[in-house]
């Protein structure tokens, strides 16, 4: 690494990933990384690339195919002191680790009253673009935040993506890391020192007066472009990323609603029971009898996922439905708007396979 | 067992066979009492697993267990008071009374958390074993599991990495022959866990009606080739539990196992054959300190209090 620390360094997503990874290892002996494929010669999209090669084969290690029974290593290696990092390339694969996360990783500090904690991280990779089908493109945090002990964190930048990680792997908790594939590719501003990001609170990404749009994962870029549409329209949008999605920071969240009076929750996934349902649940609990706010909610349509380009396209909010729905948030439910806009290009660009 | 070292072993063996013994009758004694509020699985009958096992360990060998975890959390030390105030719900209980009996743990004795979801410390033990192995430690791990965790997919995904590592594990399935009510030939097209683990090449030996002796060598020949680096080893004990799979009754009436099965194996009970090795007035006074104890136990818990409604909230999250 240089001495002389460049501080407008830009790295992508998936870049920032490996590097906080990398300097965790190196700080702390305990960190080790395993799941399937992490070790070949793709290294999970760059972000595990060869990390054996610098630590040791016991510290980036390809698993067999048995998500279950590796999820329980990584808890009792951590049960030992370590610091496993469990890495599924795709988020779908979590379903097979449920029993020992849920029933295990979240509930081991509470039932043995602290004596025991369960520090380890679970990345989950969410599958897009193009093709992925209703098996590779499923956003499960949901499923995570409802249970109390386990921490759900799902950053959207490059380097909320570095001092993310390295605040989950130093947590002291089960930490589900969710990424996402179409988000890879983005570069930002990284600092090159390791930094901490604490988990727990939201970031607002633009300031604006007329709607509160909360984004996740992914979403979070599209409703940024969709910010600039309504810009043309003389909407200001206020654009919240929760980052952290348990605990959720419901402060900044409430705060930002009691002043615009609309909110459009917009989820990575189906809305559901999900992280959409549980915000404005909250946000009517805190703000009823004192600011009356209208509220809407967007994500994943209510199916399997498709495969085939055109339905993939409707399956997903974008830019443009996020624009027109708080469109006619602000205006009114009659109100429609039809903004000239183009794919996202992480979409448009992107060439496959996986 | 002439020699003063064998009858101090013989001695602590039946020290530990009886504690458990009389601790869990001394359960099914209270329990009408509604003072304990925790679903109890005695392991009355099956203590010559555990003692026999944990009788070669060393304080920093770790043990997982199951649900059924009174004898393993007694024989590897466990702390009996804890362990008592924690089945009566109180603060000074091994987990300030959130646990209950399901989920012992004493980690100073290398007594893991154990788990009411059947087979599932088995990944968590191979895991404490990998991060062993990574450090170079001397320990190894034991996972105690029933021949109910065979049914499991996780149990072999286990078996297959702790092989694959060549990681420091014992496996020990305790094969009560019942899942609840469900006998294993229902379970299984051949109950052959030994053979099972040998797919895996982990080598497996079968020790028969429950004998602690057999147990113990067998044991200490397994835990010997383990800490030389010789990767996993699989025991499968025969054993029978006598009471109900929960709670502190006889379960005669439910009629899903036969009463000569069961006399079969209480004719066999390991506590009087051990205790009647013991020269009387030994064994008598092994049985009044051990007596003492647990009564001193069931007053330390009784007089516990109950924790206050500021600890509902704490430790979900570790600090």
């Not at chain 2, 089945?87 to 007594?111: E, F, N, P, Q, T």
């Not at chain 2, 006598?242 to 099965?261: F, I, L, N, Q, T």
């Amino acid at each position: 690494m240089s001495s002389m620390r460049n501080s407008n360094r830009s790295l992508t997503y998936a870049q920032a990933l490996y590097e906080a990874t990398r300097q965790e290892m190196e700080r702390d002996s305990g960190v080790f990384v395993f799941g399937l494929g992490v070790d070949d010669p793709k290294g999970m999209y760059g972000t595990t690339l060869d990390l054996h090669k610098l630590f040791g084969a016991d510290r980036n290690f390809d698993t067999p195919l048995s998500e279950d029974a590796m999820t329980g290593v990584a808890i009792g290696a951590a049960l030992a002191g370590m610091r496993p990092i469990h890495v599924h390339q795709r988020m779908d694969f979590l379903l097979l680790c449920l029993n020992q996360l849920i029933n295990i990783a979240a509930k081991s500090s509470y039932m043995f009253n602290g004596a025991v904690s369960v520090p380890i991280v679970v990345r989950g990779i969410i599958g897009r673009s193009w093709g992925q089908g209703a098996q590779h493109s499923q956003a499960l945090h949901s499923y995570f935040m409802h249970v109390p002990g386990i921490k759900v964190v799902a950053p959207a930048t490059p380097h909320d993506a570095k001092g993310c990680l390295i605040a989950a792997i130093r947590d002291n908790n089960p930490v589900v890391f969710m990424e996402h594939r179409m988000l890879y590719g983005n570069a930002g501003i990284v600092p090159e020192e390791p930094f901490a990001t604490p988990l727990g609170h939201a970031r607002t990404l633009t300031a604006g007066d007329d709607v509160t749009i909360v984004a996740i994962s992914h979403m979070v870029v599209e409703a940024l472009r969709a910010k600039h549409l309504l810009e043309e329209v003389g909407i200001a949008a206020e654009v919240i990323d929760p980052v952290t999605l348990a605990p959720l920071d419901m402060d900044t969240i409430a705060a930002s609603v009691e002043r615009t009076g609309r909110i459009l929750a917009v989820d990575n996934s189906w809305t559901m029971c999900g992280t959409s349902a549980e915000i404005l649940a909250q946000l009517t609990e805190r703000l009823q009898g004192k600011r009356q706010f209208r509220a809407a909610r967007m994500g994943y349509a209510p199916v399997p996922c498709p495969t085939t380009k055109p339905l993939e396209n409707l399956f997903y909010p974008n830019a443009k439905t996020i624009a027109q729905r708080a469109y006619s948030l602000v205006k009114g439910n009659g109100a429609s708007w039809d903004p000239a806009v183009s794919e996202a290009t992480e979409i448009s660009e992107f060439k496959g396979p996986f | 067992m002439t020699n003063f070292t064998d009858t101090a072993q013989l001695e602590s063996i039946y020290r530990s066979l009886y504690r458990i013994r009389r601790v869990e009758e001394k359960i099914i004694e209270v329990y009408p009492s509604d003072a304990i509020k925790s679903p109890v699985h005695l392991s009355i009958g099956q203590e010559s697993v555990a003692v026999g096992v944990c009788s070669v360990l060393k304080p920093d060998d770790i043990a997982f267990g199951t649900y059924r975890g009174h004898a393993l959390y007694l024989a590897k030390g466990g702390d009996l008071k804890r362990m008592i105030a924690e089945l009566y719900g109180k603060r000074d209980g091994s987990a300030g009374g959130k646990a209950g009996s399901m989920h012992l743990i004493d980690i100073g004795v290398g007594v893991m958390g154990t788990s009411a979801i059947v087979a599932t410390t088995v990944p968590q033990a191979v895991g404490y074993a990998f991060a062993l192995k990574s450090r170079k430690s001397k320990s190894i791990v034991v996972s105690f599991f029933g021949e109910g965790a065979m049914d499991e997919g996780v149990s072999y995904e286990s078996l297959n990495f702790a092989a694959l590592r060549k990681l420091p594990i014992l496996f020990i399935c305790e094969n009560n022959h019942y899942a609840i009510y469900s006998h294993v030939r229902d379970r299984m097209p051949e109950p052959n866990p030994c053979e099972r683990a040998g797919v895996f090449k982990i080598p497996a030996q079968k020790i028969e009606h429950g004998d602690t002796f057999k147990i113990r060598a067998a044991s200490e020949k397994a835990v010997d080739k383990i800490r030389a680096g010789g990767g996993p080893r699989f025991i499968e004990c025969m054993t029978y539990r006598w009471r109900d799979h929960v709670g502190p009754e006889e379960d005669r009436r439910w009629k899903y196992r036969s009463d000569a099965e069961l006399d079969e194996w209480i004719k066999r009970d390991e506590v009087a054959r051990i205790g009647g090795m013991l020269g009387s007035d030994a064994r008598r006074a092994i049985e009044r300190e051990v007596d003492a104890e647990i009564a001193e136990a069931f007053a330390f818990a009784e007089k516990s209090s109950f924790p206050g409604p500021a600890e509902l909230g704490t430790n979900v999250f570790h600090a």
